[in-house]
């Protein structure tokens, strides 16, 4: 998921910026949209299931105008915990002792289980079938603290991997869990206001200013005396970021944790193409996201860079698709092969392989096109372990690393060879303490205590 928050001392569009932001945040969720507004009194949402352009019509728009308007909220969604309905789209508001309050959310509670229950029980109900309406109650019930202090309080009490912003009607906060699983960075606009975003893509287009990342553990707010950005250190830090945000899931013009993410994806190739070389004449990227690591591997390697793949810039992403049916369609309306892979040797460079569907079609796809053999790098390890922390876990259940040996992988794929990058290469390449626990299983925040959907409504 992708989640936004404008705090502006004057009134300003504050659902223009947030649309715009969102937009450059669409990459991180696809499945629904949402924008919350206050002007200090009055609090406005819009949420629905589509794409940011599909969702945020002129008239949506038009309904979020709030002459004041001074903060808001916004999210892009991909389904995790609880599926893909329309009343778990976010931000998730409610009514509390302290009034209105809002919430986006990025990441998974491993805890949130136990912690339904608790509430439950002291008469707590819920509307939603996901986690983030857990912490939205946590902090409700703690209506006799502050609401920073009450964030906090419920900062402590939550485990897993989460990055969120929240705000009732004057005052907004963002926080990060204390090993920073997921990114979230902080931005000062042209009129001294803040803007708090998981990605700092969003920034040129609002024109904000990058400040710095938001540190593990750390809650960041806005005060509402002041106009200024204030800080505590909640929880103990203990950065390991989440591998993939490199790997794949980041926009590759972003730089998270002072780690720049295209230049990550160019390394994350170039260890590739020195832990598993090949004799090849060409080295062809799965666009868009193996394109990074694909011009690293051709560098450090020597072999000619070339588009083999044409991707049809219109299709999306083809992993957000909920089904297997419409996954394997979407590759084909996604890719087609070019005449760069004629009756050549390729390597074949791609970010991951989770189910096998995308690169078994497109080994195909490419040896239909005359390719002689098909040499397909990996630039990450197997993904044999589901993650708990924002990443499809759904998804994870059809791993094919899970229960296949890489040979078997290559076999089924149909590849002449097949290699992953090794756990100590990603570690290189990114540069920085992360999170690998998809491929190792060492859960550096925690593993869940049941299946949350298992509550569902
Ligand atoms: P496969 O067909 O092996 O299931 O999918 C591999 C492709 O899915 C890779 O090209 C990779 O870029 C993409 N992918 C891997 N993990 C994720 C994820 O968590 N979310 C999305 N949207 N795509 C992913
Ligand atoms: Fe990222 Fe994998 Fe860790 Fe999940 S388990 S946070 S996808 S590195
Ligand atoms: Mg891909």
Request: hydrophobic fraction near 40%; include cysteine.
């Given at each position: 998921?992708?989640?936004l928050?404008?705090?502006?001392?004057?009134?300003?569009?504050?659902?223009?910026?947030?649309?715009l932001?969102?937009?450059?945040?669409?990459?991180?969720?696809?499945?629904?949209?949402?924008?919350?507004?206050?002007?200090?009194?009055?609090?406005?949402?819009?949420?629905?299931?589509?794409?940011?352009?599909?969702?945020f019509?002129?008239?949506?728009?038009?309904k979020?105008?709030?002459?004041?308007?001074?903060?808001?909220?916004?999210?892009?969604r991909?389904?995790?915990?609880?599926?893909?309905?329309?009343?778990n789209?976010?931000?998730?508001?409610?009514?509390?002792?302290?009034?209105?309050?809002?919430?986006?959310?990025?990441?998974?509670?491993v805890?949130?289980?136990?912690i339904?229950?608790?509430?439950?029980?002291?008469?707590?109900?819920?509307?939603?079938?996901?986690?983030?309406?857990?912490?939205?109650?946590?902090?409700?019930?703690y209506?006799?603290?502050?609401?920073?202090?009450?964030?906090?309080?419920?900062?402590?009490?939550?485990?897993?991997?989460?990055?969120i912003?929240l705000?009732n009607?004057?005052?907004?906060?963002?926080?990060?869990?204390?090993?920073?699983?997921?990114?979230?960075?902080?931005?000062?606009?042209?009129?001294?206001?803040?803007?708090?975003?998981?990605?700092?893509?969003v920034?040129?287009?609002i024109?904000?200013?990058?400040?710095?990342?938001?540190?593990?553990?750390?809650?960041v707010?806005?005060?509402?005396?002041?106009?200024?950005?204030?800080?505590?250190?909640?929880?103990?830090?203990?950065?390991?970021?989440?591998a993939?945000?490199?790997?794949?899931?980041?926009?590759?013009?972003a730089?998270l944790?002072?780690?720049?993410?295209?230049?990550?994806?160019?390394?994350?190739?170039e260890?590739?193409?020195?832990?598993a070389?090949?004799?090849?004449?060409?080295?062809v990227?799965?666009?868009?996201?193996?394109?990074?690591?694909?011009?690293?591997y051709?560098?450090?390697?020597g072999?000619?860079?070339?588009?083999?793949?044409?991707k049809?810039?219109?299709?999306?992403?083809?992993?957000?698709?909920?089904?297997?049916?419409?996954?394997?369609?979407?590759?084909?309306l996604?890719?087609?092969?070019?005449?760069?892979v004629r009756?050549?040797?390729?390597?074949?460079?791609?970010?991951s392989?989770?189910?096998?569907?995308?690169?078994?079609?497109?080994?195909?796809?490419?040896?239909?096109?005359?390719?002689?053999?098909?040499?397909?790098?990996?630039?990450?390890p197997?993904i044999?372990?589901p993650?708990y922390y924002?990443?499809?876990?759904?998804?994870?259940?059809?791993?094919?690393?899970?229960?296949?040996?890489?040979?078997?992988?290559?076999?089924?794929?149909g590849?002449?060879?097949?290699?992953?990058?090794s756990?100590?290469?990603?570690?290189?390449?990114?540069?920085?303490?992360?999170?690998?626990a998809?491929?190792n299983?060492?859960?550096?925040?925690?593993?869940?205590?049941?299946?949350?959907?298992?509550?569902?409504?």
């Amino acid at each position: 998921c992708g989640v936004l928050g404008v705090w502006s001392p004057e009134p300003v569009d504050v659902a223009g910026l947030l649309h715009l932001g969102l937009f450059a945040l669409q990459h991180r969720g696809q499945e629904a949209a949402g924008i919350v507004v206050s002007d200090g009194k009055e609090v406005r949402l819009e949420k629905d299931l589509g794409l940011v352009s599909q969702v945020f019509t002129p008239e949506r728009l038009a309904k979020l105008q709030l002459e004041g308007a001074r903060l808001g909220i916004g999210h892009v969604r991909y389904s995790t915990t609880g599926s893909n309905l329309r009343f778990n789209a976010q931000p998730l508001t409610v009514r509390s002792s302290k009034g209105i309050l809002a919430i986006a959310h990025n990441g998974n509670f491993v805890n949130a289980l136990e912690i339904r229950q608790r509430l439950l029980s002291e008469g707590a109900v819920f509307q939603t079938t996901g986690d983030t309406e857990v912490m939205i109650n946590l902090i409700a019930r703690y209506s006799q603290l502050s609401l920073v202090e009450a964030t906090a309080r419920a900062m402590r009490e939550l485990k897993g991997g989460f990055s969120i912003t929240l705000m009732n009607r004057q005052t907004l906060l963002a926080f990060r869990d204390a090993n920073g699983v997921r990114p979230l960075v902080i931005g000062r606009l042209e009129n001294g206001g803040y803007v708090f975003a998981s990605e700092p893509v969003v920034f040129p287009l609002i024109g904000a200013q990058f400040v710095r990342d938001v540190r593990p553990g750390e809650l960041v707010w806005v005060s509402t005396e002041t106009g200024e950005l204030e800080s505590r250190q909640v929880l103990e830090p203990a950065p390991t970021p989440c591998a993939f945000e490199w790997i794949y899931f980041a926009r590759s013009d972003a730089t998270l944790d002072g780690i720049d993410v295209h230049a990550a994806r160019i390394r994350l190739g170039e260890e590739l193409a020195r832990e598993a070389p090949v004799e090849a004449d060409v080295v062809v990227p799965v666009p868009d996201s193996g394109i990074g690591a694909a011009i690293g591997y051709s560098r450090a390697s020597g072999i000619p860079f070339d588009y083999g793949l044409y991707k049809n810039p219109y299709a999306g992403r083809t992993f957000i698709q909920p089904t297997q049916e419409a996954r394997a369609l979407k590759v084909k309306l996604k890719l087609a092969a070019t005449s760069a892979v004629r009756g050549k040797r390729v390597v074949l460079v791609d970010d991951s392989i989770v189910r096998g569907t995308t690169s078994g079609r497109i080994v195909r796809m490419l040896k239909e096109a005359g390719a002689r053999e098909v040499h397909v790098r990996i630039s990450s390890p197997p993904i044999r372990y589901p993650c708990y922390y924002g990443i499809d876990t759904a998804a994870r259940k059809q791993l094919i690393a899970a229960t296949h040996s890489v040979e078997e992988i290559r076999a089924y794929i149909g590849a002449d060879s097949l290699a992953f990058l090794s756990e100590p290469g990603v570690k290189r390449a990114i540069g920085g303490p992360v999170c690998l626990a998809c491929f190792n299983g060492l859960y550096p925040a925690g593993q869940p205590d049941g299946e949350l959907e298992k509550l569902a409504l």
